[in-house]
């Protein structure tokens, strides 16, 4: 019962990181802004594979998850005053790692390692087809980039769509992030 317990909290928790991951994402294509003053390193690597979705498999491990790590490790540090639990690190872990599942959705089949094609031919990460449905919709919709699980519920609840509209409340408008994209 130990272990049924434990493997269910591996999954939430690696769902909630897929959420997480979907919600910086989101945050990036619709409210970032191209060369900006704050985590330029982080946002404009991920506006700029929308131009061209192979850059991500050009960047390195620590180039597109470094930042991610920093922010966690900031996270852990805080929560060092609270007491650490195992499921705050495997979570920060999980999402620590959630650009190298989305750089594996572009990559080319041979350049992806042995464990990223078993899991994704598993269904277990996110496989190429589902995130394409991201490319092929203007970068709208499917932000979470490490399951197809996630996506289709946020669709069906339209989301994405009432979090803009809640934001455009308090005068937070999108950014027409695709008119400053090189062509």
């Not at 979705?53 to 540090?77: A, D, K």
């Not at 195992?86 to 750089?103: A, R, T, V």
Request: proline share 3%.
């Amino acid at each position: 019962m130990i272990m049924l317990n434990i493997f269910l909290k591996v999954i939430l928790i690696f769902l909630s990181a897929d959420f997480l991951t979907g919600v910086y994402h989101f945050t990036v294509d619709t409210y970032g802004v191209l060369n900006s003053k704050f985590f330029k390193n982080s946002v404009d690597p991920l506006l700029l594979h929308h131009v061209d979705p192979l850059f991500i498999t050009t960047q390195s491990y620590w180039q597109i998850n470094g930042g991610m790590y920093v922010f966690s490790f900031l996270i852990f540090c805080v929560s060092l005053f609270f007491g650490i639990q195992w499921e705050l690190w495997l979570l920060l872990l999980f999402c620590s790692n959630g650009n190298s599942i989305h750089k594996w959705s572009h990559a080319k089949y041979e350049n992806i390692p042995k464990i990223g094609r078993i899991l994704q031919k598993l269904s277990l990460i996110q496989t190429k087809a589902h995130h394409a449905k991201h490319h092929m919709n203007s970068f709208k919709g499917n932000y979470c980039v490490m399951t197809n699980y996630l996506n289709p519920i946020l669709s069906t609840i339209k989301f994405w769509e009432l979090i803009i509209l809640s934001l455009k409340t308090i005068g937070l408008k999108p950014v027409e992030v695709y008119k400053q994209l090189p062509k």
